[in-house]
């Protein structure tokens, strides 16, 4: 029984490439979360998707940001023209439903974001 | 603006004493509380959960109180491992955000000495 998976685990860019952070859900789990950490703190939320639609991006920046999630294959955090300040760890979530109606939020790996 | 913070930064105990890992919240509305695991290079790893309607849960070896009243949230760990050396954050879901996403506190670093 798997659970989340990001890929790549490690990602280096240079400054104005594109980065691409992928993840698929735990079997049965159809809502998707993105959160960022920096080093030594705690994670910040980015946005939540369900199945082709984004419920929540009040995390996420206006611009270069974006994420989807969709009918086929796995979730896409995208990042245009990286800068240095985007250096993170890049964390996914998924849960059956509604994490406040008592499903929790399991979590991937993540994928750590170098920009050079 | 909501937050989780976390009283000490670092704790430090013997292998097989208890811990105690201490959180503030802010947000007197939340409805759900989580704590959480991270190892060095992992991931979050869910640990126990809680809801507003209760103010203790029990797990193995795990025991999170939650007091509404001060708005103050912990966790208990019983005769520490050096497998439970760890970040540990506590999260919880502010219900009047509408939306389903963990409000992370800074983290607290437990390391158990042999």
């Known amino acids: 029984n798997a659970g989340v998976m990001q890929n790549p685990r490690h990602l280096v860019r240079r400054r104005g490439q594109e980065a691409r952070l992928r993840c698929s859900p735990m079997k049965g789990h159809s809502h998707v979360y993105w959160y960022r950490q920096l080093p030594e703190e705690g994670l910040k939320f980015m946005v939540y998707l369900q199945k082709e639609n984004i419920i929540d991006e009040s995390g996420m920046p206006k611009e270069r940001f974006s994420a989807e999630f969709p009918k086929e294959g796995p979730s896409i955090l995208r990042i245009q023209q990286v800068v240095r300040g985007d250096s993170a760890a890049y964390f996914c979530a998924s849960s059956r439903a509604l994490a406040g109606s008592g499903e929790t939020q399991y979590f991937g790996p993540g994928t750590r974001l170098l920009v050079l | 603006g909501e937050s989780v913070g976390l009283h000490l930064p670092t704790l430090s105990v013997q292998e097989g004493d208890n811990s105690i890992i201490n959180c503030a919240y802010s947000n007197s509305a939340s409805d759900y509380f989580i704590w959480y695991k991270q190892e060095s290079g992992k991931g979050p790893q869910f640990i126990i959960d809680?809801?507003?309607?209760?103010d203790k849960r029990q797990g193995q070896r795990v025991t999170v109180l939650l007091n509404k009243t001060v708005k103050h949230l912990s966790l208990q760990i019983a005769a520490t491992q050096p497998g439970d050396s760890a970040v540990y954050f506590c999260a919880e879901i502010p219900v009047i955000q509408g939306a389903q996403k963990l409000v992370f506190g800074q983290g607290t670093r437990l390391t158990i000495n042999p």
């Open positions: 809680i809801r507003s309607n209760m």
